[in-house]
């Protein structure tokens, strides 16, 4: 059944009216109006009496349509206009959308975008580095810019204020990758549309491995002089000696990780992402089983209000200060830090006659060509093996003359 509409007091204006739904004190009015395009009727609706519409409006409207058609111009029909308004509207919301990506800063990435995430999926030290390097070298000089202003003159001289002030290669390029980080980031997320400014800085190298390991008589001496200072930071540092374990994996490790049954220790999500096992040695055995176990999920060294620890305790360094192991040292790869005791570890096994194949193992290493940083220190094994080989070829010879005989 058609709808049946009502003529208005306005030429080609006309409205249906709604059955039960009222305006004031009519019923509400639909309006639509009716006109020729190129010969043909056409009718087109506008809206409800409710929403503001009069058959006066519509009359309006409906002239400029008209007035449209008269001289050649764009919106000729309602379906033209409200086209065209929202075409009008989406370039409007993509010019500001633009502009505000255009004027976003490194600060506003950083802090209200990337650190948020970087909070909830990182590893918390890598966490406290980031933002150790925003803060001190990274924000003051590109912190405020717009990205879009950021460019490869700005991330030259990160790089060469950093080198200026004696920072190790390795942190230089760190920073330039937390940069690289927040611009991809925001690309990602829609709040940048363009290339990264440290894609043509040329990276600075340098050998930054640290080659420093511990003597026995080194390291029993930092064992004693921890005990008397910090049961807690003696412990830390008996379990890296003798597991190879990163701070991070240590500081992370819960007591679920730990099997006193089959004496196995488990660090999960490590630094490659991976998840590796150890075996306890008895000082580890019994140094862990003295403590006070809490529940599966709770953290074996936990930090201030059972949350992980954010770095080393500082009283390890100042025993390694007191006990004159770093005196007159300038080269940091030769310096005493608490990662010294995992590379103790690597240094002790190889010696010990273990293969290059097993540490890289125990460290969790990726491919053996990590491990072999450790390799010098087993020059008495490698001295051992050529004696080995000169014995066996002394052996072969006398053999041969028996044989001759």
């Not at 890598?126 to 460019?151: D, N, Q, Y």
């Not at 390795?170 to 940069?179: E, F, H, P, S």
């Not at 630094?271 to 953290?299: C, I, Y």
């Not at 293969?355 to 290493?365: A, D, E």
């Amino acid at each position: 059944m058609a709808v049946k509409r009502f003529k208005t007091e306005f030429p080609g204006v006309r409205y249906k009216q709604h059955a039960t739904r009222k305006s004031g004190i009519k019923f509400d009015r639909y309006y639509s109006i009716l006109y020729r395009l190129n010969g043909k009727l056409r009718e087109e609706g506008l809206g409800w009496a409710s929403a503001g519409w009069t058959a006066q409006k519509a009359s309006i409207e409906l002239s400029k349509l008209k007035e449209a058609q008269r001289l050649g111009q764009s919106g000729q029909t309602l379906q033209e206009k409200r086209e065209a308004e929202r075409t009008r509207q989406e370039a409007e919301k993509a010019a500001k959308e633009k502009a505000e990506a255009d004027s976003i800063t490194l600060l506003d990435v950083f802090t209200n975008h990337y650190l948020p995430e970087a909070e909830r999926s990182k590893d918390p030290e890598s966490v406290r580095r980031e933002k150790g390097l925003f803060a001190i070298w990274i924000c003051p000089l590109v912190g405020h810019m717009p990205l879009r202003e950021i460019t490869l003159h700005h991330m030259e001289t990160l790089k060469n204020r950093m080198m200026d002030a004696g920072r190790a290669a390795a942190t230089v390029r760190y920073a330039l990758a937390v940069v690289r980080q927040l611009f991809h980031f925001a690309a990602d997320h829609g709040l940048y549309d363009g290339q990264e400014p440290t894609r043509k800085v040329k990276k600075p190298t340098s050998d930054n491995k640290r080659t420093r390991f511990l003597s026995k008589e080194e390291a029993q001496l930092v064992l004693d002089a921890l005990q008397g200072r910090s049961v807690e930071a003696h412990n830390m540092a008996l379990f890296s000696l003798h597991t190879g374990a990163r701070l991070g994996e240590i500081t992370a490790l819960r007591w679920g990780d730990v099997n006193f049954q089959t004496r196995a220790l488990t660090f999960r999500d490590t630094k490659n992402k991976d998840s590796r096992h150890a075996r306890m040695t008895q000082a580890v055995f019994e140094m862990l089983f003295s403590l006070q176990r809490g529940r599966a999920d709770a953290l074996v060294f936990p930090g201030r209000g059972g949350k992980q620890k954010a770095g080393v305790s500082c009283t390890f360094n100042r025993v390694v200060d007191s006990l004159g192991l770093n005196t007159g040292i300038a080269d940091r790869r030769q310096r005493v830090c608490f990662h010294s005791l995992r590379h103790t570890f690597a240094s002790w096994m190889l010696e010990a006659g273990a293969s290059i194949y097993t540490v890289s193992k125990l460290l969790g290493h990726k491919t053996i060509v990590m491990t072999e940083r450790y390799g010098h220190v087993s020059d008495g094994t490698l001295q051992d093996a050529v004696r080995a080989f000169e014995k066996g070829i002394a052996g072969k010879a006398e053999e041969k003359g028996r044989n001759a005989e």
